[in-house]
């Protein structure tokens, strides 16, 4: 019998969801955005438009060696997919080397959760990429947002900006987020998952 050599799931695409227009900037539905900048930034790599991508795009060398692209969709949320498409067939990627990063009312603020694959949990923009691919066998990193407070609509609050103590948490997260795309870089994403899911920033431990 051969061994059970597991193949280690590594991004080499990672996609921030969120809308271009600067209304929408540092919302809550652009978590997406912020945490692809938030690598850009780490990792040094300058995101520029990329007209065959409809989006911002950025191509270098992460720690550790891995080749990494980044790319900010500029379709709008509900058409996220088309420039995922465009960018997966340019590059000829499978499915499970794209990591998409996304806010997620579900969970708290200060929550983060990765999962392998699954469906778009009524999310427009995973809606447009699941469509787009064609399948749903994709990593995907979830960034909590926290639901609605009962007394805002959800439009309102996903594009709603976050509290001045929220921020503070945000800002841990996605350096947290940092950390665990690393981490899958050299031990692959599900031994990230392991770690980095658990995780949590409480709001009330934040000065």
């Given at each position: ?58 191509e270098g060398v992460a720690p550790g060696g891995q080749k990494i692209r980044l790319i900010k969709p500029l379709t ?32 708290p603020v200060g929550k983060l959760r990765m999962r392998l694959s699954g469906s778009a949990g009524g999310h427009n ?83």
């Amino acid at each position: 019998m051969t061994p059970d050599i597991t193949k280690l799931i590594i991004p080499e695409l990672i996609v921030g969801l969120g809308n271009p227009e600067p209304k929408y900037d540092k919302t809550r539905h652009n978590i997406g955005f912020d945490a692809v900048d938030e690598l850009a930034q780490v990792w040094q790599m300058p995101l520029k438009e990329n007209k065959r991508f409809q989006g911002l795009f950025a191509e270098g060398v992460a720690p550790g060696g891995q080749k990494i692209r980044l790319i900010k969709p500029l379709t709008y949320m509900n058409r996220s997919g088309q420039s995922v498409r465009a960018a997966v067939d340019w590059y000829k990627l499978q499915p499970q080397s794209i990591l998409v990063i996304y806010d997620d009312m579900d969970l708290p603020v200060g929550k983060l959760r990765m999962r392998l694959s699954g469906s778009a949990g009524g999310h427009n923009g995973m809606k447009s990429i699941i469509a787009h691919l064609g399948s749903q066998d994709f990593p995907r990193l979830r960034i909590g947002i926290g639901k609605s407070d009962g007394k805002k609509e959800t439009i309102s609050h996903v594009l709603g900006k976050f509290t001045p103590t929220e921020n503070q948490v945000i800002n841990e997260i996605l350096s947290t987020a940092v950390k665990a795309i690393e981490f899958s870089f050299k031990q692959g994403l599900e031994k990230s998952m392991s770690r980095y899911n658990s995780f949590a920033v409480n709001i009330d431990q934040v000065d």
